[in-house]
Nanobody
């Protein structure tokens, strides 16, 4: 059973930055495309970003393009989401999940431990 844990969230002012981390047990993340999702208060989960193995394989929701950057360190079994120029509408609980392919926007895993990002205006 795969258990994914996201961390690194917090309270930040609009325009600020955060770096989220994802690690997992039960599966080597290096064997999978990986993605980030979020759930804002009162809303459904939505796709944020995904990554395969090729350089430049990062894909992003239109709402975060140019502000968020996904990366991975397979040696450390970690996936990251660098969040810059944060906006109040980025406020959400962020989750990571394996993806079927780098182009997929559907999570393979049940939601694990998320991390709360709160952006104040």
């Amino acid at each position: 059973q795969v258990h994914l844990v996201a961390s690194g969230g917090g309270l930040v002012q609009a325009g600020g930055s955060l770096r989220l981390s994802c690690t997992g047990s039960g599966s080597r993340l290096s064997e999978w495309s990986m993605g980030w999702f979020r759930q804002a208060p009162g809303k459904d989960h939505e796709f944020v970003s995904g990554i395969g193995w090729s350089p430049g394989s990062g894909r992003y929701a239109d709402s975060v393009k140019g502000r968020l950057t996904i990366s991975r360190d397979d040696a450390k079994n970690m996936v990251y989401l660098q969040m810059d120029k944060l906006r109040p509408e980025d406020t959400a609980v962020y989750y990571c999940s394996r993806l079927q392919t780098a182009y997929s926007q559907t999570p393979l895993d049940a939601w694990g431990q998320g991390t709360l990002v709160t952006v104040s205006s």
